[in-house]
């Protein structure tokens, strides 16, 4: 649930920071996660397993995590230029359906009858969050599905990785695992700086609250999926999408009108229950096994 919440004010931040500097997505993506590569590598000399198992133990599942992840993070990034965070997080959820075409097509999975009526309950609720209030672009949508398929992949890589470095107990498993992924993305960030123009300092401050946020629920989000699962994790984290909607609604309300519009009571209301039904949907999907 923390991983969640810090997820759903990330999503917040991220927007108030194009907006305040009117730059591209690929600014805060390089800015932020330079930041976390520092946090990372900070962090990773102190909590290391004393015996770290073979790399080739985890590197696959290591690689596969970062690419994945900072590709699907991309998409989100641009995603949440062009919308606001209560249109786009909601969405997420369609990682259910990202997940049920990849185990069909190429791990041979089959799905129960109700678990396909889930599949579809999330594709209704998509369809009814893009056309509450102002039409979601499609161009938007399509950003969104890259991201599911980015995390789709990421989470299914995490469990693995963590897994590696259980025997040294779960906060130095956790902490390893996300700090290892977070320098290979301050890598692909670094190799991003020449495509950018040259960030200032101000960019680094201003880019701190959502690389705060979002390294805290990578955190929560790696030891959550190493205790109870990658199945269990993703029905709890899909409660950001109603997350999102209701801090949407409160900074609507305060008067930020930069990171939130307004929205009409009936569109508010058919906002909340979308989200409510892709929450079920993941719930439904994920226990009809």
């Known amino acids: 649930m923390l991983a969640a919440l810090f997820q759903a004010f ?14 591209s997505a690929r600014t805060l993506l390089v800015v932020s996660h330079l930041t976390m590569g520092v946090f990372s590598l900070a962090l990773l000399p102190v909590f290391m397993p004393a015996e770290m198992p073979p790399f080739t133990a985890y590197a696959i599942p290591l690689f596969l995590c970062a690419f994945a992840y900072f590709g699907g993070q991309a998409c989100l990034f641009v995603a949440l230029q062009r919308a606001h965070a209560s249109r786009v997080s909601p969405l997420l959820g369609l990682k259910i359906l990202i997940l049920a075409l990849i185990s069909s097509a190429f791990f041979a999975e089959t799905f129960s009858v109700l678990q396909w009526v889930a599949v ?47 025997d040294a ?18 890598m692909f960030s670094a190799a991003l700086l020449r495509s950018i123009p040259l960030p200032s300092l101000k960019m680094f401050v201003a880019a701190l609250p959502f690389s705060v946020m979002w390294f805290g629920a990578m955190l929560l989000l790696f030891a959550c999926f190493a205790v109870a699962g990658v199945v269990f994790g993703n029905i709890v984290q899909s409660t950001r999408g109603i997350l999102s909607v209701l801090l949407g609604a409160m900074l ?3 008067g930020f009108r930069e990171l939130e519009s307004h ?15 892709m929450t079920l949907a993941i719930v439904l999907f994920q226990t009809a096994r």
């Open 120 to 166: 579809a309950a999330s594709v209704l609720a998509a369809l009814m969050l893009r056309k509450s209030g102002e039409k979601l672009a499609w161009p938007v949508f399509l950003w969104v599905l890259g991201a599911c398929f980015g995390y789709s992949i990421s989470d299914l890589s995490i469990a693995f990785l963590v897994k590696e470095f259980m």
């Open 263 to 277: 929205a009409p009571a009936d569109v508010l209301v058919r906002r909340i229950l979308a989200a409510v039904l």
């Open 10 to 23: 990330s999503y917040i931040f991220s927007r108030l920071f194009t907006g305040r500097f009117n730059t």
């Open 169 to 186: 107990g779960l906060l130095r498993a956790t902490i390893t695992s996300v700090c290892m992924v977070y320098i290979i993305c301050a």
């Open 252 to 254: 609507a309300h305060a």
